[in-house]
């Protein structure tokens, strides 16, 4: 099992939609959580960066994790066609190591 | 806001020849850089991580002697693909950090064909 599983998708949305996108983790020691936006043929951006568990929002996009279930999410309102793009989830057990990555969610948002 | 910048975003050399690809980081001093390998729907993979004069550190695996990186200057990385083969085809992202986060910018990533 990898530490880190990531449904690649391709996940394919009508515009306006709320989009869910998911990694689930198995190390225990994870308590920084990361989401990155890549598009093609770019290197990654960072979106959302969290500490342990909870909730952040920013604009249009919230990162949820929750812990207890090795469950990390990221819910993107009212999507727009340029949100299209591969979504990379990313952890590691303190903000001095190295993130361990997902394989990315591509996701497709459509007019 | 941070900024690295990677160059060549895209190389098609011979096989059998090297390749150089460079990260710079263009507002703030880079203490470390990290190079990264991606294929095709599939994660980033560390390849070695690089403090500014000193050797880098290479990930299990990872060819140390066809993959040379030079950090000479706090704000340039450079990972050089010695005797580059077919199968070193894939995407190559440099990060870079100023500090102790370990989850900073990237630069644009370099297409590396080898035929």
């Known amino acids: 099992q990898k530490e880190v599983e990531q449904d690649p998708g391709p996940l394919s949305v009508p515009e306006g939609a709320i989009v869910s996108l998911n990694c689930t983790y198995s190390n225990s020691a994870f308590q920084y959580f990361m989401w990155y936006r890549q598009y093609s043929r770019k290197g990654p951006e960072l979106l959302m960066y969290t500490y342990s568990s909870g909730n952040k929002e920013d604009g249009r996009f919230t990162a949820q994790v929750d812990k207890s279930s090795k469950y990390i999410s990221l819910f993107i309102r009212d999507s727009q066609p340029s949100d299209s793009a591969t979504y990379l989830c990313a952890m590691s057990a303190g903000g001095s190591y190295i993130p361990t990555f997902g394989r990315g969610t591509s996701l497709i948002v459509h007019p | 806001g941070a900024v690295v910048s990677q160059h060549p975003s895209r190389v098609i050399c011979k096989s059998g020849t090297s390749v150089k690809i460079e990260c710079r980081s263009l507002d703030f001093q880079a203490t470390t850089m990290f190079w990264y390998r991606q294929f095709p729907k599939q994660s980033l993979m560390l390849m070695a991580t690089?403090?500014?004069?000193?050797?880098?550190?290479?990930e299990q695996g990872v060819e140390k002697d066809k993959f040379l990186i030079n950090h000479a200057s706090l704000t340039l990385s450079t990972l050089t693909v010695t005797s580059a083969h077919p199968e070193d085809s894939s995407f190559y992202i440099c990060s870079a950090t100023s500090g102790q986060a370990r989850y900073d910018t990237f630069g644009s990533g370099t297409r590396l064909t080898v035929v």
């Open positions: 690089s403090n500014e004069g000193s050797k880098a550190t290479y």
